[in-house]
């Protein structure tokens, strides 16, 4: 269950990344002032950012961590579906860049693994970490969001709420495929241009 970020790993796979987003992405914009302002709340008062991006890819958490690796931000841990761990080297990869695995079944169905997992995420967030989750639970098959599921939120709120963690900040995020949306484009000199 639990993932750890490895820096030579996170490395690696950054430089893969911008390789592959040079080649694929005409350009990536993001809003730079938001960036700013989580890093410096989070620089001066030290409380663990929850990112809620939407999931119409398996590249979103790829290109979120992306980002916040290029502008020097805490990376977040990353709590990933259970269907990842049958591929061959891709849980090793997801694992080292601080993803951990949510079984939804044996979360549903085991007292044990409930209680196991939620204290992980309590442990995650009282150490000031920041973590990664997609609302939606899964991603998107037609492109269209789908409905959120709540059980990854309602771990978090619990956690504030029984006074585990004394605040966090809670960032939606929406990765969007086909339209430019307005704001910042992404600096070209960290592309390489």
């Known amino acids: 269950m639990v993932g750890e970020i490895k820096m030579p790993v996170i490395r690696f796979l950054a430089w893969s990344l911008h390789k592959i987003f040079r080649k694929i992405y005409?350009?990536?914009?993001?809003?730079?002032?938001?960036?700013?302002?989580?890093?410096?709340?989070q620089q001066e008062q030290n409380i663990p950012v929850?990112?809620?991006?939407?999931?119409?890819?398996?590249?979103?958490?790829?290109i979120v961590s992306?980002?916040?690796?290029?502008?020097?931000?805490?990376?977040?841990?990353?709590v990933s579906d259970e269907a990842l761990m049958s591929a061959s080297i891709i849980p090793f990869l997801i694992r080292s860049s601080g993803a951990f695995f949510y079984k939804k079944k044996e979360y549903k169905n085991s007292r044990l693994y409930k209680i196991i997992f939620d204290k992980y995420v309590e442990l995650l967030l009282r150490d000031g970490n920041n973590l990664e989750f997609f609302i939606e639970g899964t991603r998107s098959r037609t492109g269209k969001i789908l409905k959120p599921q709540f059980e990854m939120l309602n771990i978090i709120f619990d956690t504030v709420f029984n006074d585990k963690v004394n605040d966090i900040i809670l960032v939606p995020l929406t990765i969007n495929y086909e339209k430019v949306l307005e704001g910042d484009t992404f600096p070209s000199e960290l592309l390489g241009e």
């Open 26 to 41: 005409e350009k990536v914009n993001i809003n730079n002032e938001a960036l700013k302002k989580i890093k410096e709340i």
């Open 50 to 62: 929850v990112f809620m991006p939407t999931h119409k890819s398996y590249m979103d958490f790829l």
């Open 66 to 78: 992306y980002i916040l690796f290029i502008y020097q931000q805490k990376l977040p841990y990353i």
